[in-house]
């Protein structure tokens, strides 16, 4: 079992920045996977971000590539996304989480979440 607790959600206007931390505790091990995905109203949860542990290697959705940053730090256990140039349209409800493999990152097959922190971003 892996716990995942997501913080440094909140509100900013567009072009602003936030950074999110995930910090996982459990049965975690180096070989997992790790992503972050966010959910606005009335929409489907989607992919945004994902890192392989061991080898931190990192995917990214289109719509944020070049505007977000995943990150790791092994230490602490835990995984950031740096977001610059918000745009309202990244509002969302954003959720961490990890998977027993560093295969198929881009995807919604993972096996722990987070409980998700609001990120709100004003035009």
Do not use: H
Not at 43 to 50: L, P, Y
Not at 53 to 62: H, N, P
Not at 101 to 112: I, K, M, P, V
């Amino acid at each position: 079992q892996v716990q995942l607790v997501e913080s440094g959600g909140g509100s900013v206007q567009a072009g602003g920045s936030l950074r999110l931390s995930c910090a996982a505790s459990g049965r975690f091990y180096s070989t997992y996977g790790m992503g972050w995905f966010r959910q606005a109203p009335g929409k489907e949860r989607e992919f945004v971000a994902g890192i392989a542990w061991s080898s931190k290697r990192t995917y990214y959705a289109d719509s944020v590539k070049g505007r977000f940053t995943i990150s790791r730090d092994n230490a602490k256990v835990t995984v950031y996304l740096q977001m610059n140039s918000l745009k309202p349209g990244d509002t969302a409800v954003y959720y961490c989480a990890t998977k027993k493999s560093s295969d198929g990152l881009a995807t919604l097959q993972y096996d722990y979440w987070g409980q998700g922190t609001q990120v709100t971003v004003s035009s």
